[in-house]
T-cell receptor, first 113, second 113 residues
Framework: GENVEQHPSTLSVQEGDSAVIKCTYSDSASNYFPWYKQELGKGPQLIIDIRSNVGEKKDQRIAVTLNKTAKHFSLHITETQPEDSAVYFCAASRGGTASKLTFGTGTRLQVTL | EPEVTQTPSHQVTQMGQEVILRCVPISNHLYFYWYRQILGQKVEFLVSFYNNEISEKSEIFDDQFSVERPDGSNFTLKIRSTKLEDSAMYFC???????????FGEGSWLTVV
């Protein structure tokens, strides 16, 4: 089955700096790659996603890049703010009927003032 | 914005007892899921459900687990005889179309003592 690796496990940046979180996946049939933000005690909240027919997607301060050949994808957050502090999970899915997500191990992002 | 709602938010139960976790998926969604997250770990897939039957289940989803959509709006997860290792946050999720965005609820925190 699919295996998703995520790095780093913790990341501390100063407010205004950029943060990059990287994930690799093993299943070449995976074609959908969402990123979720999880605040303490809450459910995962989708922040951006990308499908395998595109290489990059941007939404304001957040961008995701995908390299299907190398089987890795990355989350980029620019101009970080204290409210960006949370745990971020990448995930991968094959699509298809009721497709399941395989999650990475999470990155705890701390944005300091 | 439509959301997935879950009850209870927190339940404490004795080992061996039955537990039912309830979810109301987003109203026009057709695909339903349960995931769990043991404290400090990644989110893990349990089961997906479509057209009133299980589409896929993980190794975690053994004979002690069952799911049901009893009335066209609720989606439940039953654990027949809870074990200590069932202590986790259980997330319900739903999606409108297969392979499309999956939305998560806030979770039900289950503590087995």
């Amino acid at each position: 089955g699919e295996n998703v690796e995520q790095h780093p496990s913790t990341l501390s940046v100063q407010e205004g700096d950029s943060a990059v979180i990287k994930c690799t996946y093993s299943d070449s049939a995976s074609n959908y790659f969402p990123w979720y933000k999880q605040e303490l005690g809450k459910g995962p909240q989708l922040i951006i996603d990308i499908r395998s027919n595109v290489g990059e997607k941007k939404d304001q301060r957040i961008a995701v890049t995908l390299n299907k050949t190398a089987k890795h994808f990355s989350l980029h957050i620019t101009e970080t703010q204290p409210e960006d502090s949370a745990v971020y999970f990448c995930a991968a899915s094959r699509g298809g009927t009721a497709s399941k997500l395989t999650f990475g191990t999470g990155t705890r992002l701390q944005v300091t003032l | 914005e439509p959301e997935v709602t879950q009850t209870p938010s927190h339940q404490v139960t004795q080992m061996g007892q039955e537990v039912i976790l309830r979810c109301v998926p987003i109203s026009n969604h057709l695909y339903f899921y349960w995931y769990r997250q043991i404290l400090g770990q990644k989110v893990e897939f349990l089961v997906s459900f479509y057209n009133n039957e299980i589409s896929e289940k993980s190794e975690i989803f053994d004979d002690q687990f069952s799911v049901e959509r009893p009335d066209g709006s609720n989606f439940t997860l039953k654990i027949r005889s809870t074990k200590l290792e069932d202590s986790a946050m259980y997330f319900c999720a739903s999606s409108a179309i297969s392979g499309n965005t999956i939305y998560f609820g806030e979770g039900s925190w289950l503590t087995v003592v």
